[in-house]
């Protein structure tokens, strides 16, 4: 019988989100000079920049590449933000073996198909509600949150409830 969720949210070190679809709603504003924004949610930063402040690891595998999402993400303090990535299984097997993680202690959000083969080597594989089918398929946590909109600080906030770290973070913060 498959451990429930909850159960493996005890043993997570690592978190590894996509950012299109996952980090953002997935959609695109271009402006007239071509240039792709994207919009992210203050909810999910709160929660990856308290994840990284916590100790966990937070990396981040997607294939777009977009220097602004960059900036966003260093200034939460994540530092291993792997963009323009062509294969997500290569840079996620490199970045457990740079660091000695066992993928058991991994959880993986992903919402689409070059998430797929990835999400298959994870502890927990985790995506937004708005996830295709086939991510939905093999994920052992669907949020209730889309992509964009919270789903990265709900798999983070339960995370940390789950180990006792939520709000003693917070509450450390006050000292």
Known sequence: M?????????DITTFIFDVDGVLTDSSVLVTTEGEILRTMSIRDGYAMKAAVESGYNVCIISGGSNEGVRVRLRNLGITDIHLGTPD??????????LYNINPEHVLYMGDDIPDYHV?????????????????????????????????ARDVIEQVMKVQGKWMSYFDAKLD
């Open 2 to 10: 498959a451990k429930s969720y909850k159960i493996l949210m005890n």
């Open 88 to 97: 997500k299984v290569e840079t996620f097997k490199e970045y457990t073996e």
């Open 119 to 151: 999400m298959k080597l994870v502890g927990l594989p985790t995506c937004p509600q708005d996830s295709s089918p086939e991510i939905k398929a093999i994920s052992t946590y669907i949020s209730h949150k889309n992509g964009g909109k919270g789903a």
